[in-house]
């Protein structure tokens, strides 16, 4: 599985009436990323609002992104959930549906029981079951259980778990990732405020809802990192940085969601129980696309 690149999280919109998933408009949204250099998509995550999705939803999302991506795009889903046997039943359905890979955060419900041999087995398990690539999810903010440098260095040596996504937002951890995975996995950036310098100490690519926000920017931050032209590409972070600290990590899914509004895609209202942002949140994010350059149709970059 290659892990080079930039990866969408996308969003997941709903039909304002029925509450359900709109498939014509997460079509037409992907159809409008994949303009762009992207190396693929995540149906699923944390910013596709897996967690207040019914397993049906999900496998009609990913046939839908299955169908509306580019050739070669690669599709990766978030599959993980609380029981191993549940995971390995979604990593089933997903490949079934098109899905390349699955992305897979650790159960953390009962939190004082998964030791780091709790997780390890339960990854273990997945990969040993899963017909496609797993990918481990490693994100504190929204699942407090850890996988450790160590655990993950040691999860990529089997041959089904292609990597790891780090969304810490700590470089120290990331760094200590990148040298526990050496060459064994890939290890992607989870924050778009870490795209460049995770680029810079190891990271294959990145997994960055500013992305869906800049996606040109987000593309050609990579290509000049790749092409040698450090100086651009650190001038591309500044840029996006802000973007992520105030949008992404500052109102969340809903500013984010307004955020694709204004730039004339859909958005939408977040599913609740996530309440829709608030009118300083709509200023925070109006002010920040604003900053950046970005205005309706203005994807191509800042």
């Not at 039909?15 to 250099?37: K, M, Q, V, Y």
């Not at 190396?39 to 496998?59: H, I, K, R």
């Not at 450790?148 to 990529?156: F, M, S, Y």
């Not at 990331?174 to 996995?185: D, R, S």
Request: net charge negative; aromatic share 4%; proline share 7%.
């Amino acid at each position: 599985m290659n892990l080079d690149g930039v990866f969408l999280p996308v969003t997941t919109p709903f039909d304002p009436d029925t509450g359900e998933p709109d498939l014509d408009a997460f079509a037409a949204n992907i159809r409008t990323w994949c303009a762009h250099s992207i190396a693929g998509l995540v149906v699923g995550g944390s910013t596709g609002e897996q967690a207040l999705l019914d397993p049906d939803e999900l496998m009609a999302l990913v046939a839908r992104a299955a169908r509306s991506r580019n050739d070669g795009m690669a599709l990766i889903v978030g599959t993980g959930a609380e029981s191993t046997r549940a995971t390995i039943r979604l990593c089933d359905l997903a490949a079934g549906e098109g899905a390349d890979a699955v992305l897979v955060k650790p159960p953390s419900y009962y939190r004082g029981r998964m030791s780091p041999e709790a997780i390890r087995r339960y990854f273990v398990s997945v990969a040993d079951a899963s017909p496609i690539p797993v990918i481990l999810y490693h994100v504190p903010k929204f699942v407090p259980v850890d996988i450790v440098p160590e655990l993950a260095g040691e999860l990529v040596r089997h041959d089904n778990i292609a990597g790891i996504k780090d969304s810490s937002g700590d470089i120290h951890n990331l760094g200590a990732v990148c040298a526990a995975v050496g060459e064994a996995g890939s290890v992607v950036v989870g924050a778009g405020t870490l795209l460049y310098p995770g680029l810079e100490i190891g990271a294959r690519g990145g997994i960055v809802a500013v992305g869906l926000l800049a996606t040109g920017a987000a593309c050609e931050l990579y290509r000049t990192f790749r092409g040698g032209r450090s100086a651009e590409a650190g001038r591309l972070q500044e840029r996006i940085g802000p973007l992520h600290k105030k949008v992404v990590a500052g109102t969340g899914v809903p500013g984010v969601k307004y955020g694709l509004d204004l730039l004339g895609l859909v958005g939408g209202l977040p599913r609740p129980p996530l309440l829709p942002p608030t009118d300083r949140e709509r200023e925070q994010v109006a002010g920040a696309l604003e900053r950046a350059g970005l205005s309706s149709g203005s994807l191509q970059g800042i």
